[in-house]
Every structure is written in C-alpha cells, then in structure tokens.
Nanobody, 119 residues
Framework: QVQLVESGGGLVQPGGSLRLSCAAS????????MRWYRQAPGKQRELVAA???????NYADSVKGRFTISRDNAKNTVYLQMNSLKPEDTAVYLC?????????????WGQGTQVTVSS
C-alpha cells in the first residue's frame, strides 16, 4: 500500500521556523516529483513548493526565499524547511507524490499536518 505520512507541524511564533517531513512508502520514491501544498479554511489549496526527481525546485511567490524543499531518496523522505514564518502561513500542509508515465499518471496524497503561526 502507498503511504505518505507528514510530520513536523505544530504551533510556532511569527518569525520562527519549522521543518516538515513526508515519509513515503510503497512507491519507487526517486521516480516521483514531490510537492507540498497547503490549505487554510475557506481558501483554495495552494502549491507551496515542488522538487522533481532530478532535483529541480520551484516555489510559490509567497514563500520564495523563506521556504526550502529538499529530498533524501535514501530515506524516501521529502522535507520543507520553513523559516521566517508568518501568520498567513497557517494552514494544513499536505504532501503529494506525482509520477507521469507515457500511458497514465500516478498521484498520491498524505493526510496533512497542521502548521499554526501565532503569538
């Protein structure tokens, strides 16, 4: 069975840092593009950051310069280092794994981890 399990969320003060982890199992992890999304209540789900199987990254403008996505293929884990956190970063952060094949695509989601930025 495919599983994506997020961890590392919690309550942090503005200006603080958190590192989220997403551990994958049941997939050939190194073949997948990994993405972090976030969703706040009443708001549309937003792509935060992505890292391809080749290591290329991209970020939402709102987090560029503050967040860093990375992956450790040996551990089947993708990370999101979040620095200089702002209250508007408060959301459920979800891990996504995606792989495109010539005949079909494979997409999996984690359950999410809550990040709350508040004094």
């Amino acid at each position: 069975q495919v599983q994506l399990v997020e961890s590392g969320g919690g309550l942090v003060q503005p200006g603080g840092s958190l590192r989220l982890s997403c551990a994958a199992s049941g997939i050939i992890f190194s073949f997948y593009t990994m993405r972090w999304y976030r969703q706040a209540p009443g708001k549309q789900r937003e792509l935060v950051a992505a890292i391809t199987s080749g290591g290329s990254t991209n970020y939402a403008d709102s987090v560029k310069g503050r967040f860093t996505i990375s992956r450790d293929n040996a551990k089947n884990t993708v990370y999101l280092q979040m620095n200089s956190l702002k209250p508007e970063d408060t959301a459920v952060y979800l891990c996504n794994a995606d792989r495109y094949l010539s005949t079909h695509s494979l997409t999996y989601w984690g359950q999410g981890t809550q990040v709350t930025v508040s004094s």
